[in-house]
């Protein structure tokens, strides 16, 4: 009998989901009940708990495992090693030098990470410790989330969240649906219909629930929200009863009941097997390009350092060959010294003179750095123009270790839905027999503020019009899957349907379907109801009209188009039809076919979503016929899919046309000028939906990341079908490099039109093709490179129907190809933490759904138009700054050290110091790190409005180009300039015998003292040069440095201090200054080490000026008032080779359209080239209205600091 069952098992499985095809599957007990005897073997199995885990480190863990990852820098382990060698061995320098900054840069980042982790197992906390309602015994028991196990059965009620991935298994309603919105996964917010099992959907008690006795089988956990392959087998009467499962079942964890009061469902992925957390990117350290830089200088400079003490260590024991100088008189060796053997004498002199240079690699610029990133946060999060008064929120940052990376963006990822839309549908107008119909400016049933009384356009229909008119809206009110709510709310926003009575609302699968619902009760027909299969809609007179609905041909995404067939009163039988223009006008054999397509034409150009409506009247010989066909589809347990598609394509025929619709998916304010300004900037953008690709390609062309002269190539499963994926593949990149023979599009300007325009359009399962191409396909090439090519060669990627694993292989994909680009991704869901987390630099917007992509996010930002200014401003200056910051520690560092090396040639290469213990110790904490630290804070070369105002400025920093080796190797070489300057100028000064009035001869530490004063002051007026945004601060904390400087040396060498065993600085400052010879010594010196930087500038500006040095002299020229004027790309470098100017910046909405009227032109003298040129500027003396000049006189009023400080 036990083999009879299982042999029916074997044969039903095959034919439910083909069991051939799975490798790997799960057996689950629901209510952990054993099957009955005789039936199969009883097998648990071990599960994980439904825990889910966000954090990176736990109590036990957390100090080796963060002391790991920071020893990891370069840096820190080279201090560590140094600071050990200054405990170890007698060294020039005391081991506090480098083990009190070692300390504070250690305890500060520990600290930080301590902190970000604690609040992520705050967040899990919450998550794991909520409460469930757990079926147990015939009763509902209450318990914590993380203690729910495989095979619970579940109760969920309204508006609760789904604690784990459930199988339903019955609900409050009687046809056992349920309405659930899974905006947190996939970023919709629209309703969308799940069914219970057929045979347990009659439980709907806890008792009867409790009684199921069954077990389902179904594969291991995938990421694939999409799909799900199952089957359940129900013991009726001790005989299994198998049934399919598949992902119109499955409940996803963080998904939400709506519109349905309860409902009974059992676990069957818990913790972190959820799709959910499969779906997760694991959070790794983000580290910038600014950082690998830094460490790449520091390797450079760390080899120049082992040179100078293997240099240094050889010549001294080349000098000690001659006894005399090895051993003199005043400087005896003891014996143990005489004992040593002469490696270890060479070893630990080389070690102290690595300790005597070492100040050449700077620790103090590691704490500049993370001073200044966490210091710079809080100007975005001050930031009045990133405020959102909807939300009340201002942008947030969640890491400070990436601000510089937002100047070097190449790719921007962002999500469609409530990232570039605000997910509301709005009803523009419908054509019925080439009439136009626009009711009023609608959304949601609220009318929209500016909304004109007029209720249509264009021609009203003659009498013989008005039937076909009144049908296409009948077709409307009852062709979709609309919900009424009778409510007041939904999700806590009021949504009346009825002006002045907010009784019920419309919720739908679909956000369009709502918005053609709304639009037809504004022309006057109201949709009611749906009661007892009969779907009631208020005509014009106010006459309820009822049909009876038979059957739902549900819309899927090949067919794109969904029918309904209904029954009216008298007893006439209509099939009515709406899809895609693509899917409709073949099937039709009458109607204004012409007049309707030109209309639907139009409205896609224009970025609206467009239906076609569509009728057929059946006889009742051929509704009968449909029935049998529909029925013999349905009941197939094989290839049900398929057979389906073929009635539907049987039934679907024959139409007669009667019109088309337009919606408007609202993109979020500004999005189109965000997206346009970030294509001037040079920036890539590509859109990644989970979407259908019409949907995404309409919302693509209304926010301009294609434009109409955009063409097309589509990489999708449809085109798939007709070819093969490598001859799709070479067909795209044939067309793409045919236009420009191989040239990437990076190569030519963003606003050029001399060349075709590529756009881009793949779906996920094409996706997954290009990157696990199957055994017979792998043999044709490397997929990826040849996608990557296409890529590279189109101007916009639109991404449809994408998990959200696979957002983020996209942008691991793009992030390893061989030009290493910086991506970022941005987005407002769950679905798009993935991608947030795998992107250089990821930003969550505060959206409706959710915070989760705040929360995982590096920033988060209220709007998507917010992303303009954070890249193009803040993101701008943060690089500037931070890039002087590092080249400007390197080369005062050189200018440091580099005098103690060659001073080593003058005292035998004994490891004498040249500079005294305080200066050593005070030079990069006090005396010099506060102005550069201003700088890099305040520093703004251009001013903000003419950043935001030319997007082009943008590639002049880009690829990372003020850290190049070239402009490192300029620095370096500066440095050691000035440091050869200051040295051997003072040594030839000092060979003067009256370089005192009175004779008297100087000591070595008068030299060092005069050296090191030289050097103060050459580095902080090199800062103050190279600064263009002067403010009080900076005034203060620059002239301030240098005066420290004097006081703290004047106080140093003016008192005998007690604690101090030597007393070698006394008076020896005094003593100096009291020379008239060191006062001009000082100044000569000073302007010989500044003298080649100076003249290099004058001339690099005269003869090759930057585009951002045009306009820095252009704004000098107007005193700040540059930005007021339109036409910068006047002051852009003339493109080679006849290529056309970059960065546009005339708006498209000007906010003063007389500002924009036709002048005189005016002829201005400019020395900007290298010859004097005539320069051409519009409008640049003709004020308008808002000018900030008077008539009165001129008053100063440029763009204020980045922030009030």
């Not at 030098?97 to 600290?111: D, E, H, K, N, Y």
């Not at 709502?514 to 022309?523: D, T």
């Not at 679905?831 to 930003?843: K, P, Q, R, W, Y």
């Amino acid at each position: 009998m036990g083999m009879d069952f299982s042999t029916l098992r074997t044969l039903i499985s095959r034919y439910c989901v083909g069991e051939e095809n799975w490798v790997d599957s799960r057996t689950i007990y629901i209510g952990h009940k054993e099957p009955p005897p005789g039936t199969e073997a009883y097998i648990p199995q071990r599960f994980p708990d439904n825990r889910i885990v966000s954090s990176k480190y736990t109590f036990w863990n957390f100090i080796p495992k963060n002391l790991f990852e920071q020893f990891r820098r370069v840096a820190n382990f080279y201090f560590l090693i140094i600071f050990l060698v200054q405990l170890i061995i007698d060294t020039p320098t005391s081991p506090v030098t480098s083990g009190l900054p070692l300390f504070f840069v250690i305890t500060v980042t520990a600290i930080k990470q301590g902190y970000e982790d604690w609040l992520r197992h705050k967040a899990d906390n919450a998550v794991n410790q909520c409460p469930v309602h757990v079926v147990q015994h015939g009763k509902v028991v209450r318990k914590q989330s993380r203690k729910l196990r495989v095979g619970d059965v579940v109760l969920v009620k309204e508006n609760e969240t789904f604690p784990c991935d459930l199988i339903l298994l019955s609900s409050s309603r009687d046809d056992g649906t349920c309405y659930v919105t899974t905006a947190s996964l996939d970023g919709e917010s629209s309703h969308k219909t799940y069914y219970a099992v057929q045979d347990t959907k009659a439980y709907n008690r806890e008792e009867e629930v409790d009684s199921i006795q069954a077990t389902i089988e179904c594969e291991q956990p995938q990421p694939d929200l999409y799909k799900f392959v199952g089957r359940i087998n129900i013991y009726m009467n001790n005989e299994p009863v198998a049934r399919p499962l598949g992902s119109e079942n499955l409940l996803l964890r963080g998904a939400t009941l709506k519109n349905t009061e309860y409902i009974y469902a059992v676990a069957i992925y818990t913790g972190m097997e959820t799709k959910m957390a499969l779906n997760y990117q694991s959070k790794s350290q983000k580290r910038s390009a600014v950082e690998k830089s830094m460490n790449a200088y520091l390797v450079v400079y760390l080899c120049i350092l082992i040179s100078k003490a293997f240099i240094n260590t050889v010549l001294k024991y080349v000098w000690q060959a001659d006894p005399n100088r090895d051993e003199p008189w005043y400087n005896e060796r003891t014996e143990a010294e005489r004992q040593r053997h002469i490696v270890i004498r060479a070893f630990t002199d080389f070690l102290a003179f690595m300790v005597l240079f070492n100040y050449i690699i700077p620790v103090s610029m590691y704490v500049t750095v993370e001073m200044q990133k966490f210091l710079g946060s809080y100007f975005i999060m001050w930031d009045d123009e990133m405020f959102d008064e909807e939300l009340g929120e201002h942008a947030v940052v969640n890491t400070s270790d990436l601000n510089e990376e937002l100047g070097q963006v190449e790719y921007v990822f962002t999500d469609k839905t409530g990232t570039l839309t605000e997910n509301n549908m709005e009803f523009i107008e419908c054509c019925v027999d080439g009439h136009v119909y626009v009711p009023h400016a609608i959304c949601n049933g609220q009318v929209m503020p500016g909304a004109d009384s007029m209720d249509m356009i264009d021609s009203s229909p003659g009498p013989g019009a008005r039937e076909s008119e009144e049908l296409f809206f009948r077709a409307l009110c009852l062709c979709h899957t609309v919900q009424v709510k009778e409510e007041e709310t939904v999700d806590g926003i009021k949504q009346g349907i009825h002006q002045g009575k907010a009784t019920s609302f419309y919720i739908s699968s679909s956000p369009d379907e709502v918005a053609l619902v709304e639009g037809m009760k504004r022309l006057g027909f109201t949709y009611l109801r749906l009661k007892d299969s009969h779907m009631e809609i208020l005509n014009r007179e106010d006459e309820i009209e009822r049909f009876e609905l038979l059957e739902v041909l549900t819309f899927d995404s090949v067919r794109r188009r969904m029918s309904v067939i209904v029954r009216d009163t008298t007893g006439e039988l209509y099939l009515f039809c709406k899809g895609a223009d693509s899917s409709i006008f073949p099937r039709v054999i009458s109607g204004k076919v012409d007049q309707v397509r030109a209309r639907v034409e139009h409205n896609a150009v224009e970025g609206l979503r467009t239906l076609c409506v569509a009728y057929r009247q059946l006889s009742p010989e051929q509704y009968q016929e449909v029935c049998h066909l529909l029925s013999g589809a349905k009941l197939a347990l094989q290839d049900r899919d398929k057979k389906l598609a073929e009635a539907y394509d049987l039934i679907e025929k024959d139409l007669i046309l009667l019109g088309a619709t337009a919606v408007e998916d609202r993109l979020q304010e500004k999005a189109a000028d965000t997206i346009e300004s970030l294509h001037k900037a040079g920036m890539k953008v590509w859109v990644l939906t989970g979407d259908k690709m019409e949907t995404a390609a309409a919302t693509c062309y209304a926010s301009k990341l294609f434009r109409r002269s955009t063409q097309i190539l589509e990489l999708t499963t449809k085109r798939l079908e007709e070819q093969s994926l490598h001859d799709v593949l070479f067909d795209l990149s044939r067309t793409v490099l045919r236009q420009h023979g191989g040239m990437t599009r990076d190569n030519l300007s963003g606003l050029s039109g001399d060349y075709n325009d590529y756009g881009l359009i793949i779906d996920g399962a094409t996706l997954s093709a290009v990157l696990k191409p199957t055994q017979e396909d792998s043999n044709s090439g490397n997929y990826k490179e040849i996608f990557l090519e296409i890529c590279r060669n189109c101007s916009a990627v639109l991404c449809c129907r994408m998990a959200p694993l696979q957002k983020a292989q996209i942008v691991k994909l793009i992030k390893a190809s061989k030009e290493h680009p910086i991506t970022l991704a941005i987005g407002d869901g769950a679905n798009d933490v993935s991608m947030i987390l795998e992107a250089h630099v990821g930003i969550g917007i505060m959206g409706k759904e959710g915070r989760q992509a705040a929360r995982n996010s590096d920033y988060a930002i209220p709007k998507f138009k917010h992303l303009k200014k954070m890249l193009l401003v803040h993101g701008h200056y943060y690089y500037i700054r931070i890039s002087e910051l590092v080249q400007y520690f390197f080369y005062k560092n050189v200018c440091f050290i580099f005098p103690q090396f060659l001073y080593q040639f003058f005292c035998g290469f004994s490891q004498q110091p040249l500079y005294d213990t305080a200066y050593l110790t005070l030079y990069n904490i006090s005396f010099t790190s506060l102005p550069i630290l201003l700088y890099s804070l305040m520093e703004q070369h251009i001013n903000m409005d003419i950043l935001k105002k030319d997007p082009s400025l943008y590639r002049d920093i880009a690829k990372n180009c003020l850290l190049r080796w070239p402009i490192f190797i300029y620095w370096t070489f500066l440095g050691v300039y000035d440091a050869i300057v200051m040295f051997f100028g003072a040594y030839f000064l000092f060979d003067n015998t009256t370089f005192t009035s009175n004779g008297q001869m100087f000591g070595n530490w008068t030299f060092g003292t005069l050296v090191f004063t030289v050097l103060v002051f050459t580095v902080t007026f090199k800062l103050a040069l190279d600064t263009h945004y002067w403010t009080w601060i900076n005034h203060f904390v620059i002239w301030g440095s240098l005066i420290f400087f004097v006081v703290f040396s004047l106080l140093w060498g003016g008192i005998i201090w007690p604690f101090l065993n030597y007393q070698r600085m006394y008076y020896v400052f005094m003593q100096m200054l009291s020379s008239g010879p060191a006062w001009l010594s000082i100044i000569l010196l000073i302007t010989a080490s500044l003298l080649p930087d100076v003249v290099k500038k004058v001339l690099w500006r005269s003869l090759w000026p930057t585009t951002t040095e045009r306009i820095q002299s252009a704004d000098k020229l107007y005193k700040g008032q540059l930005s007021e004027f339109t036409p910068l790309a006047s002051l852009h470098t003339p493109p080679r080779g006849g290529g056309q100017q970059q960065g546009s910046v005339h708006q498209r909405n000007p906010p003063n359209p007389r500002r924009f009227e036709p002048l005189t032109k005016k002829l201005m003298f400019t020395r900007w080239r290298s010859t004097p040129d005539y320069c051409t500027f519009t409008p640049l003396l003709r004020f308008s209205e808002g000018s900030r000049y008077s008539s009165q006189g001129h008053t100063y009023g440029g763009a204020g600091p980045e922030t009030a400080v």
